[in-house]
């Protein structure tokens, strides 16, 4: 049976109620990007030390950052099937210099995010990640968060494989941006989905955390 394509949801999800903070213009330059390869590994430990907004500015840059305009449409630095960017990234600020500590929203539009609840979330993080104590220890944890329907509403079913390939994308952009900064970062898909969700205030169905990817200073 072929389940009927839904109706496209809006492209950009928005905290209109929320004042914006502009984030510094990602200008970073780093190593070569054959030097980032051979460098990148998982990082599981980090100090005490922050990172700085420049430094969340450029990651967030890396893993949805507006590059370029076809037919209306912004393209960004990870590719996605159909144009069609069913992601959504979160920020849990743990650390970082001159932000408060909280929950974030990054609009790609404007390079700009939204604290969407402010408060200590590490512990919370900590019990939702099986105890992975780097969500705890990190400056900043990024939250990649799916609404399927914006593929799916083109792609039917397999909407739904095209959105778990296109976190490999962030993901990735992630680790080579944050190993050129000399930051260390992993992957994480270890996590309670209904607890991460719920903190982001997702339903897990028509939205979803895929992965997480936290950030520190080694
Ligand atoms: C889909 C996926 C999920 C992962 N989940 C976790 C995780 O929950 N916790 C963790 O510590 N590492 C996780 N990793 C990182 C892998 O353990 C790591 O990439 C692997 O050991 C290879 O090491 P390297 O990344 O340093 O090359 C995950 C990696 C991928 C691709």
Do not use: C, W
Request: charged content about 25%.
């Amino acid at each position: 049976m072929i389940t009927p394509k839904p109706a496209r949801p809006p492209q950009f999800k928005e905290y209109p109620e929320m004042p914006k903070i502009k984030l510094p213009k990602p200008e970073f330059k780093g190593i070569r990007l054959e030097d980032a390869l051979k460098k990148r590994r998982s990082i599981r430990e980090y100090s005490k030390k922050p990172i700085t907004l420049t430094e969340l500015s450029q990651l967030l840059f890396s893993a949805q950052g507006v590059t370029g305009k076809m037919h209306g449409t912004l393209l960004r630095t990870a590719p996605s099937a159909g144009a069609l960017y069913p992601f959504e990234i979160y920020v849990f600020v743990n650390n970082v210099e001159t932000l408060k500590n909280g929950i974030y929203h990054y609009s790609v539009k404007d390079h700009s995010i939204v604290l969407i609840n402010e408060g200590n979330f590490r512990n919370e993080l900590l019990r939702a990640s099986l105890e992975q104590e780097m969500v705890r220890d990190a400056g900043a944890v990024f939250i990649l968060s799916a609404i399927f329907d914006r593929v799916r509403s083109k792609y039917g079913e397999r909407g739904y494989r095209y959105t778990y390939m296109e976190a490999g994308n962030i993901s990735q952009n992630i680790y080579l941006q944050a190993t050129s900064l000399g930051l260390g970062s992993v992957v994480v898909g270890a996590f309670i989905d209904d607890h991460i969700n719920k903190l982001i205030g997702i339903d897990g169905k028509k939205e979803a955390v895929i992965a997480i990817h936290p950030v520190g200073r080694p």
